[in-house]
C-alpha cells in the first residue's frame, strides 16, 4: 500500500462552501488553520455558534480522503480538492476507519487529533444537486454513513503542504469508532 500523504491542502477566510487550494498552511494549536474562517478555540459553524457559541471548536480541520473524489466523479459528479470544503485532503489513508482520538502527523511538526465525522448538511447539494446522497447513506444494517471526512483539533502547529507524509498513531485501546462532531 501506498504511503499515505497530504494530497492537498486549502482554506477560506470567509465562510464560503468551498475552500481555495494553497501550496502551504499552517496549523495553530489549539486554533485550527491560520487565516481559516473555522479556525478558533471556540465553534466556528454558524450552525453551532447559533445553539451555542461557547462549545469548544472540535472542527478545526476538516480532513477528506481523495479517493471520495475519485468516488464522486466515477458517479457522475465533479469535485476538486477543497470544494467540499476540507482544509487537508488525503491519499492512501482510510480516514474514515481511524478511531476517535488518534493522532496524524502532518509534514514536519504538525499534529492533528481526529474528533469525529463530519455531518454533512444540505449545503452540499447546494454546491451539486444530488451530492448528499452520495457522501450519506445506509450500509446493509440500515445504519447511517457518513462519508465527508473527519475533523480533528490541532494539538501541534506547523506548515503542511501537499507531499506531506501523514504519520498515523492510533490511540490506546479499546478504540472508540468516530461518529459526528
Known sequence: ???????????SGSHTFS????AGIRLVAGLGVEGDAHSGTTVRHRSRVAQDPTQPNLRQVHLIHSELHEELQAAGFE??????GENVTTRGLDVLALPTGTLLRLGEEAVVEVTGLRNPCAQIDGFQPGLLKQVVGRDDSGRLVR??????????GGLVRPGDAIRVELPPPPHRPLDRV
Open 1 to 11: 500500500m501506498a504511503e499515505a500523504m497530504v494530497a492537498a491542502v486549502s482554506r
Open 19 to 22: 475552500k481555495y487550494g494553497e
Open 79 to 84: 469535485v476538486k480538492a477543497g470544494e467540499l
Open 147 to 156: 462519508k465527508a471526512g473527519i475533523m480533528g483539533v490541532v494539538v501541534t
